[in-house]
């Protein structure tokens, strides 16, 4: 079982560059979700999906955006990054109205 | 949801129980008390949960007080692999992998 597939693991990116990044999940889980995790910091919620078409914000969405087209995949798009936006995302699933969520292992991102 | 209250550290000997305390004072008759845990760089680890009866799995203990405001996670025999971030949350029923809120949780230390 595959779980929670993150790619790339790391990455580093200019000022101004873009990148997706990329979220796969075989368990058929409703929901979504991404997370940053900066140092010395709990995880933060990004952005959040309920199921195939629907997304929504959650405590810092500014400078992400996503979609969700299938039920398997949820990539977080950086349109513009930032050195804000240096940190390591977490991706996550799980089936609604339960909090055994499942995590992928990581990307660290850092722009420069 | 409950807001809930850890020591920021803990540590224990290789081979002893480990018990880690979750305060949960305002949790309510719905919410469920859910235990996560983070080795260093990996993303996050679903443990435990449950409502108001002890919960036992392959991983832990849950032990919750009968007033239900507060809770103990018990590794029966910890091992230098279970040195992590824990994490204590209280749920109510709706949502899902959204809904996870991480505090800072406990360092739990496991010395040889």
């Known amino acids: 079982n595959a779980g929670v597939t993150q790619t790339p693991k790391f990455q580093v990116l200019k000022t101004g560059q873009s990148m997706t990044l990329q979220c796969a999940q075989d368990m058929n889980h409703e929901y979504m979700s991404w997370y940053r995790q900066d140092p010395g910091m709990g995880l933060r919620l990004i952005h959040y999906?309920?199921?195939?078409?629907?997304?929504d914000q959650g405590e810092v969405p500014n400078g992400y955006n996503v979609s969700r087209s299938t039920t398997e995949d949820f990539p977080l798009r950086l349109l513009s990054a930032a050195p804000s936006q240096t940190s390591v995302y977490f991706c996550a699933s799980s089936y609604t109205g339960v909090y055994e969520a499942f995590f992928g292992q990581g990307t660290r991102l850092t722009v420069v | 949801d409950a807001k809930t209250t850890q020591p920021p550290s803990m540590d224990c000997a290789e081979g002893r129980a480990a018990n880690l305390p979750c305060n949960h004072s305002t949790i309510s008759g719905n919410e469920y008390v859910y235990w996560y845990r983070q080795i260093h760089s990996q993303g996050p680890q679903y443990i435990i949960h449950g409502l108001k009866n002890n919960e036992t799995n392959e991983m832990a203990s849950l032990i919750i007080t009968e007033d239900r405001k507060s809770s103990t996670l018990i590794l029966p025999h910890a091992t230098l692999r279970d040195t992590a971030v824990y994490y204590c949350i209280a749920l109510g029923e709706e949502g899902g992998s959204e809904k996870l809120v991480f505090g800072k949780g406990t360092k739990l230390t496991v010395n040889p």
């Open positions: 999906s309920v199921g195939a078409g629907i997304t």
